[in-house]
Protein backbone atom coordinates (compact mmCIF):
# COMPACT_ATOMS: atom_id res chain seq x y z
CA UNK A 1 0.00 0.00 0.00
CA UNK A 2 1.47 3.13 -0.49
CA UNK A 3 1.92 5.95 2.00
CA UNK A 4 -0.49 8.52 -0.10
CA UNK A 5 -3.31 6.16 0.32
CA UNK A 6 -2.24 5.14 3.95
CA UNK A 7 -4.50 6.25 6.47
CA UNK A 8 -1.91 6.77 8.25
CA UNK A 9 -1.21 9.66 6.31
CA UNK A 10 -3.12 13.21 6.80
CA UNK A 11 -3.14 16.19 4.86
CA UNK A 12 -0.96 18.75 6.01
CA UNK A 13 -3.16 21.82 5.35
CA UNK A 14 -6.16 20.40 6.26
CA UNK A 15 -5.29 20.57 9.68
CA UNK A 16 -2.80 23.21 9.28
CA UNK A 17 -6.20 25.11 8.36
CA UNK A 18 -8.35 24.03 11.42
CA UNK A 19 -5.14 25.12 12.98
CA UNK A 20 -5.44 28.50 11.80
CA UNK A 21 -9.80 28.34 12.15
CA UNK A 22 -8.14 28.25 15.92
CA UNK A 23 -5.92 31.15 16.16
CA UNK A 24 -7.61 33.39 13.99
CA UNK A 25 -11.09 32.43 16.30
CA UNK A 26 -9.40 33.37 19.42
CA UNK A 27 -9.95 29.80 20.68
CA UNK A 28 -6.26 28.83 20.91
CA UNK A 29 -4.83 31.11 23.47
CA UNK A 30 -1.07 31.84 24.83
CA UNK A 31 -0.27 30.43 27.90
CA UNK A 32 -1.09 32.92 30.19
CA UNK A 33 -4.83 33.03 29.18
CA UNK A 34 -4.19 36.06 27.10
CA UNK A 35 -5.75 36.08 23.18
CA UNK A 36 -2.90 36.09 20.29
CA UNK A 37 -2.80 39.88 19.27
CA UNK A 38 -4.07 40.35 15.68
CA UNK A 39 0.10 40.86 14.28
CA UNK A 40 0.52 37.24 15.56
CA UNK A 41 -2.51 35.22 14.03
CA UNK A 42 -2.01 37.16 10.61
CA UNK A 43 1.82 36.26 10.78
CA UNK A 44 0.21 32.58 10.68
CA UNK A 45 -1.89 32.97 7.79
CA UNK A 46 0.97 34.13 5.95
CA UNK A 47 3.31 31.30 6.81
CA UNK A 48 0.45 28.95 5.17
CA UNK A 49 1.11 31.20 2.14
CA UNK A 50 4.52 30.46 2.11
CA UNK A 51 4.48 26.70 2.85
CA UNK A 52 1.84 26.39 -0.60
CA UNK A 53 4.36 28.68 -2.38
CA UNK A 54 6.98 26.31 -1.19
CA UNK A 55 5.14 23.54 -2.37
CA UNK A 56 4.06 24.27 -5.40
CA UNK A 57 6.96 25.68 -6.79
CA UNK A 58 9.61 23.18 -5.25
CA UNK A 59 7.13 20.34 -5.97
CA UNK A 60 7.09 19.50 -2.46
CA UNK A 61 4.32 17.02 -0.99
CA UNK A 62 3.53 17.86 2.62
CA UNK A 63 1.97 15.53 4.45
CA UNK A 64 1.80 14.16 8.47
CA UNK A 65 2.10 10.77 9.03
CA UNK A 66 0.97 8.73 13.06
CA UNK A 67 4.09 8.24 14.30
CA UNK A 68 2.76 6.14 16.96
CA UNK A 69 1.69 3.87 13.75
CA UNK A 70 5.66 3.56 12.28
CA UNK A 71 8.07 0.43 12.21
CA UNK A 72 11.56 1.36 12.64
CA UNK A 73 11.88 1.28 9.10
CA UNK A 74 9.53 3.98 8.62
CA UNK A 75 10.27 5.77 11.40
CA UNK A 76 13.66 6.65 9.66
CA UNK A 77 12.22 7.08 6.60
CA UNK A 78 10.54 9.86 8.39
CA UNK A 79 13.26 11.76 10.05
CA UNK A 80 14.70 11.71 6.57
CA UNK A 81 11.45 13.12 5.42
CA UNK A 82 10.91 16.14 7.64
CA UNK A 83 15.28 16.66 7.86
CA UNK A 84 15.01 17.01 3.59
CA UNK A 85 11.66 19.66 4.23
CA UNK A 86 13.24 21.48 6.56
CA UNK A 87 17.04 22.00 4.41
CA UNK A 88 14.46 22.92 1.12
CA UNK A 89 12.27 25.38 3.31
CA UNK A 90 14.80 27.26 4.22
CA UNK A 91 16.89 27.08 1.22
CA UNK A 92 14.06 28.58 -0.45
CA UNK A 93 13.01 31.05 2.01
CA UNK A 94 16.64 32.08 2.06
CA UNK A 95 17.80 31.91 -1.87
CA UNK A 96 14.48 32.34 -3.52
CA UNK A 97 12.84 35.05 -1.47
CA UNK A 98 16.26 36.64 0.24
CA UNK A 99 14.78 37.00 3.48
CA UNK A 100 17.35 36.77 6.72
CA UNK A 101 17.96 34.60 9.62
CA UNK A 102 15.25 36.53 11.66
CA UNK A 103 12.32 36.40 9.43
CA UNK A 104 13.09 32.54 8.23
CA UNK A 105 13.71 31.32 12.30
CA UNK A 106 10.67 33.57 12.49
CA UNK A 107 8.37 31.02 10.70
CA UNK A 108 10.41 27.69 11.65
CA UNK A 109 9.38 28.92 15.03
CA UNK A 110 5.63 28.73 14.28
CA UNK A 111 5.71 25.84 12.27
CA UNK A 112 6.98 24.54 15.47
CA UNK A 113 3.94 25.59 17.47
CA UNK A 114 1.74 24.04 14.68
CA UNK A 115 3.32 20.45 15.17
CA UNK A 116 3.40 20.98 19.22
CA UNK A 117 -0.49 21.77 18.50
CA UNK A 118 -0.84 18.43 16.72
CA UNK A 119 0.45 16.25 19.20
CA UNK A 120 -0.66 18.27 22.73
CA UNK A 121 -4.30 19.52 21.54
CA UNK A 122 -5.51 17.68 18.57
CA UNK A 123 -4.17 14.28 19.41
CA UNK A 124 -2.04 13.16 16.96
CA UNK A 125 1.33 11.87 17.50
CA UNK A 126 3.77 13.14 14.57
CA UNK A 127 6.49 12.77 16.73
CA UNK A 128 9.18 15.05 18.10
CA UNK A 129 11.19 15.60 14.32
CA UNK A 130 9.86 18.95 14.69
CA UNK A 131 12.09 19.92 17.42
CA UNK A 132 14.95 19.65 14.90
CA UNK A 133 14.03 22.42 13.41
CA UNK A 134 16.40 24.31 14.55
CA UNK A 135 15.26 28.41 15.02
CA UNK A 136 18.12 30.46 13.95
CA UNK A 137 18.09 34.18 15.16
CA UNK A 138 20.14 37.81 14.89
CA UNK A 139 21.24 40.30 16.52
CA UNK A 140 19.92 43.60 14.48
CA UNK A 141 22.32 46.47 15.13
CA UNK A 142 20.07 48.99 17.20
CA UNK A 143 20.35 52.44 15.44
CA UNK A 144 19.24 55.33 17.34
CA UNK A 145 20.05 58.86 17.92
CA UNK A 146 23.09 59.85 19.64
CA UNK A 147 21.75 62.49 22.84
CA UNK A 148 24.08 65.25 20.45
CA UNK A 149 21.63 64.99 17.98
CA UNK A 150 18.12 64.61 20.02
CA UNK A 151 19.68 68.26 21.11
CA UNK A 152 19.76 69.47 17.83
CA UNK A 153 16.74 68.27 17.15
CA UNK A 154 15.00 69.94 20.33
CA UNK A 155 16.36 73.42 20.68
CA UNK A 156 17.82 74.26 16.76
CA UNK A 157 15.25 76.62 16.33
CA UNK A 158 16.62 78.15 13.22
CA UNK A 159 16.44 74.96 11.52
CA UNK A 160 12.81 74.46 12.55
CA UNK A 161 11.21 77.49 11.63
CA UNK A 162 12.99 75.96 7.33
CA UNK A 163 10.79 73.11 7.97
CA UNK A 164 7.75 72.73 6.01
CA UNK A 165 4.38 72.18 7.92
CA UNK A 166 4.47 68.86 7.56
CA UNK A 167 8.07 68.59 9.01
CA UNK A 168 7.05 70.53 11.42
CA UNK A 169 4.66 68.07 12.47
CA UNK A 170 6.63 64.98 12.18
CA UNK A 171 9.53 66.81 13.99
CA UNK A 172 7.38 67.35 17.08
CA UNK A 173 5.87 63.77 16.86
CA UNK A 174 9.24 62.47 17.05
CA UNK A 175 11.10 64.21 19.65
CA UNK A 176 8.25 63.51 21.90
CA UNK A 177 8.16 59.75 21.59
CA UNK A 178 12.06 59.82 21.78
CA UNK A 179 11.34 61.53 24.77
CA UNK A 180 8.53 59.30 26.85
CA UNK A 181 9.62 55.52 25.14
CA UNK A 182 5.86 54.70 24.19
CA UNK A 183 5.52 52.43 21.25
CA UNK A 184 4.50 54.39 18.04
CA UNK A 185 0.57 52.99 18.85
CA UNK A 186 0.59 53.83 22.08
CA UNK A 187 1.60 57.28 20.72
CA UNK A 188 -0.49 58.06 18.23
CA UNK A 189 -3.17 57.54 19.88
CA UNK A 190 -2.56 59.67 23.07
CA UNK A 191 -5.34 61.71 24.18
CA UNK A 192 -5.98 64.65 27.03
CA UNK A 193 -7.30 61.47 29.08
CA UNK A 194 -3.69 60.53 29.24
CA UNK A 195 -2.38 63.64 30.92
CA UNK A 196 -1.96 64.40 34.58
CA UNK A 197 -1.12 67.52 36.33
CA UNK A 198 0.50 67.23 39.75
CA UNK A 199 1.75 70.85 41.56
CA UNK A 200 1.75 72.32 38.45
CA UNK A 201 4.01 69.51 36.89
CA UNK A 202 2.85 68.01 33.82
CA UNK A 203 3.03 63.69 33.77
CA UNK A 204 1.88 61.34 31.08
CA UNK A 205 0.30 58.11 32.17
CA UNK A 206 -0.39 55.33 29.78
CA UNK A 207 -1.27 51.66 29.63
CA UNK A 208 0.60 49.95 26.62
CA UNK A 209 -2.08 48.18 24.22
CA UNK A 210 0.97 45.29 23.56
CA UNK A 211 1.68 44.70 26.87
CA UNK A 212 -0.83 46.16 29.45
CA UNK A 213 2.18 47.92 31.60
CA UNK A 214 1.32 51.27 32.90
CA UNK A 215 3.84 53.70 32.59
CA UNK A 216 3.75 56.96 34.63
CA UNK A 217 6.58 60.07 33.10
CA UNK A 218 6.85 63.57 33.71
CA UNK A 219 6.71 65.74 30.88
CA UNK A 220 9.91 67.98 30.04
CA UNK A 221 9.00 71.96 29.10
CA UNK A 222 9.80 71.31 25.79
CA UNK A 223 7.11 68.21 25.22
CA UNK A 224 4.35 70.30 27.41
CA UNK A 225 5.01 72.85 24.48
CA UNK A 226 4.72 70.68 22.07
CA UNK A 227 1.30 69.50 23.01
CA UNK A 228 0.09 72.77 23.63
CA UNK A 229 0.70 73.89 19.92
CA UNK A 230 -1.81 71.08 18.86
CA UNK A 231 -4.18 71.32 22.00
CA UNK A 232 -8.02 71.32 20.69
CA UNK A 233 -6.81 71.22 17.06
CA UNK A 234 -7.05 66.89 17.12
CA UNK A 235 -8.59 64.48 19.19
CA UNK A 236 -5.07 63.38 19.82
CA UNK A 237 -2.51 64.90 21.65
CA UNK A 238 -0.10 64.74 18.47
CA UNK A 239 -1.11 65.08 14.95
CA UNK A 240 -2.60 62.50 13.29
CA UNK A 241 -0.52 60.81 10.53
CA UNK A 242 -0.12 57.37 9.13
CA UNK A 243 2.76 55.01 9.79
CA UNK A 244 3.37 54.95 6.19
CA UNK A 245 3.76 59.00 6.06
CA UNK A 246 5.28 59.10 9.16
CA UNK A 247 8.36 56.75 8.38
CA UNK A 248 9.01 58.80 5.19
CA UNK A 249 8.55 61.88 7.05
CA UNK A 250 10.95 61.12 9.28
CA UNK A 251 13.85 59.75 6.85
CA UNK A 252 13.52 63.36 4.96
CA UNK A 253 13.91 65.02 8.74
CA UNK A 254 16.80 63.62 9.43
CA UNK A 255 18.29 64.35 5.62
CA UNK A 256 17.25 68.04 6.43
CA UNK A 257 19.04 67.89 9.73
CA UNK A 258 22.39 66.45 7.97
CA UNK A 259 22.09 63.26 9.84
CA UNK A 260 23.19 61.46 6.55
CA UNK A 261 26.73 59.34 7.75
CA UNK A 262 27.37 56.62 5.80
CA UNK A 263 26.13 53.60 7.79
CA UNK A 264 26.97 49.72 7.33
CA UNK A 265 24.28 47.73 7.52
CA UNK A 266 24.85 43.72 7.92
CA UNK A 267 22.03 41.22 7.69
CA UNK A 268 22.78 37.27 8.74
CA UNK A 269 22.14 34.13 6.52
CA UNK A 270 22.77 30.87 8.28
CA UNK A 271 24.80 32.60 10.98
CA UNK A 272 27.16 34.62 8.58
CA UNK A 273 26.48 38.59 8.74
CA UNK A 274 26.30 40.04 5.02
CA UNK A 275 26.56 43.41 4.02
CA UNK A 276 23.40 45.09 2.96
CA UNK A 277 23.76 47.90 0.43
CA UNK A 278 21.40 50.86 -0.81
CA UNK A 279 22.06 50.02 -4.29
CA UNK A 280 23.34 46.41 -4.58
CA UNK A 281 24.63 47.27 -8.15
CA UNK A 282 26.50 50.32 -7.14
CA UNK A 283 27.34 49.09 -3.59
CA UNK A 284 25.91 52.40 -2.04
CA UNK A 285 25.91 52.46 1.44
CA UNK A 286 22.97 52.93 3.50
CA UNK A 287 22.75 56.64 5.28
CA UNK A 288 22.30 57.33 9.00
CA UNK A 289 18.83 58.92 7.75
CA UNK A 290 17.94 55.95 5.90
CA UNK A 291 18.08 53.62 8.87
CA UNK A 292 16.07 55.76 11.53
CA UNK A 293 12.34 55.11 11.58
CA UNK A 294 9.28 54.98 13.28
CA UNK A 295 10.39 53.03 15.64
CA UNK A 296 13.79 54.83 16.27
CA UNK A 297 12.04 57.05 18.75
CA UNK A 298 11.18 54.39 21.69
CA UNK A 299 14.75 52.94 20.57
CA UNK A 300 16.48 57.07 20.87
CA UNK A 301 14.25 57.49 24.44
CA UNK A 302 15.74 54.03 25.89
CA UNK A 303 18.93 54.73 24.89
CA UNK A 304 18.62 58.20 26.01
CA UNK A 305 18.11 57.75 29.04
CA UNK A 306 20.34 55.06 30.26
CA UNK A 307 23.40 56.86 28.46
CA UNK A 308 22.22 59.95 30.40
CA UNK A 309 22.73 58.00 33.62
CA UNK A 310 19.51 57.42 34.87
CA UNK A 311 18.99 53.92 37.11
CA UNK A 312 18.38 50.32 34.92
CA UNK A 313 15.53 49.87 36.84
CA UNK A 314 13.67 52.98 36.45
CA UNK A 315 13.99 53.03 32.61
CA UNK A 316 12.94 49.73 32.70
CA UNK A 317 9.74 51.16 34.78
CA UNK A 318 9.16 53.78 31.84
CA UNK A 319 9.63 51.61 28.92
CA UNK A 320 7.90 48.47 30.56
CA UNK A 321 10.36 45.58 29.78
CA UNK A 322 11.04 42.71 32.07
CA UNK A 323 14.35 42.67 34.03
CA UNK A 324 15.63 39.91 32.43
CA UNK A 325 14.76 40.99 28.88
CA UNK A 326 17.30 40.18 26.17
CA UNK A 327 16.07 42.83 24.18
CA UNK A 328 16.76 45.48 27.06
CA UNK A 329 20.30 44.33 27.49
CA UNK A 330 20.79 45.51 24.18
CA UNK A 331 19.91 48.75 25.11
CA UNK A 332 22.57 48.46 28.08
CA UNK A 333 25.16 47.59 26.22
CA UNK A 334 24.70 50.13 23.69
CA UNK A 335 24.45 53.15 26.06
CA UNK A 336 28.16 51.80 27.77
CA UNK A 337 29.16 51.80 24.43
CA UNK A 338 27.74 55.67 24.27
CA UNK A 339 29.70 56.02 27.90
CA UNK A 340 32.89 54.30 27.16
CA UNK A 341 33.93 56.87 24.02
CA UNK A 342 32.71 59.43 26.54
CA UNK A 343 34.76 58.45 29.04
CA UNK A 344 37.74 57.92 26.39
CA UNK A 345 37.32 61.84 25.44
CA UNK A 346 37.76 62.84 29.07
CA UNK A 347 40.61 60.79 29.39
CA UNK A 348 42.34 62.30 26.33
CA UNK A 349 41.61 66.00 27.68
CA UNK A 350 43.32 65.13 30.70
CA UNK A 351 46.20 63.08 28.99
CA UNK A 352 46.68 66.58 27.17
CA UNK A 353 46.61 68.53 29.99
CA UNK A 354 49.31 66.30 31.77
CA UNK A 355 51.73 66.73 28.73
CA UNK A 356 50.82 70.60 28.12
CA UNK A 357 51.86 71.01 32.25
CA UNK A 358 55.39 68.67 32.07
Known amino acids: MSTRNSKHVLDFFEHYDKFLKSTLSGKRLQKNGKQLRKSTTENY ?5 LLFQFCYEKNFELRIRNASKLSKRDFETEKKYWKKFYKSFTDFLHNDLGHYDNYVGNNIKMLRVFFNYLNNEAGIATGSFHKDFYVRKEEIPIVTLLPEQLNVLIYNKEMENNLSPSLKKTKDIFVFGCT ?5 SDLLNLKTTNLELINELHYLKVTS ?3 QTFTRIKLPSYCVEIIRGYKN ?9 SNVNLNKNIKLLMEVYKFTEPHIKTRDVRGIPTPVFKNTKTKEPYRFCDLITSHSMRRTAITTMLCLGMPEHMVRQISGHAANSKEFFRYVKLSQSYMDKETEKVFEKLEFRNVAVS
Open 180 to 184: VALRV
Open 209 to 211: KKT
Open 233 to 241: KYKTLLPPI
Open 45 to 49: RYLRK
